[in-house]
């Protein structure tokens, strides 16, 4: 009796799994999955943070890094001629990559940052005005323009450089 129940319920199983692999989502229907490039998820490391003041306001300059830049194809940055990036959400910035700082919570801190070359990921900063809440986490998207791609990082901590 025992083998006659495993017997139906391996059968069930079998008989599933092609089932399932027919209903499972493909490509066609979601067409951004097939734009995305390959590439390496960035690593964020903090720098440093110092003070700056701009037109009189003070800020904490947090400087950031991707510390595997160098992992980036240079034409992974470069705009076909003649093409405009697509569904441009960062208004007039003409570069291909961008990149978006946001809190551990998904709180937007900077937006479209532009990057032009892998080189240009080797530092960045942004600024948070003096007196606003310092979030214990932060973390970078890489945003392709052209395709639609975006690449997001590792959580690191603007107090101590800590990451998760």
């Not at 943070?49 to 800020?59: C, F, I, L, M, N």
């Not at 997001?152 to 101590?160: A, E, K």
Request: proline share 7%.
């Amino acid at each position: 009796m025992r083998t006659i129940k495993l017997t139906i319920l391996v059968l069930a199983v079998l008989t599933a799994i092609p089932a399932a692999r027919t209903n499972g989502q493909t490509g066609a229907m979601h067409p951004e999955i097939l734009k995305q490039v390959p590439a390496a998820l960035p690593k964020l490391a903090l720098l440093g943070a110092v003070a700056d003041t701009k037109a009189g306001v003070q800020y904490h300059k947090i400087a950031l890094a991707i510390m595997n830049w160098e992992k980036y194809n240079p034409d992974m940055f470069a705009l076909p001629i003649g093409r405009k990036p697509t569904g441009n959400s960062c208004g007039d910035i003409k570069s291909r990559i961008v990149l978006v700082v946001y809190s551990e919570r998904g709180a937007l801190l900077s937006g479209c940052i532009p990057m032009s070359q892998p080189g240009d990921l080797r530092t960045f900063s942004f600024l948070i005005r003096k007196g606003s809440s310092v979030p214990q986490f932060i973390y970078a998207v890489m945003n392709d323009q052209y395709s639609g791609a975006v690449y997001r990082s590792n959580l690191v901590s603007p107090w101590s450089g800590a990451t998760k």
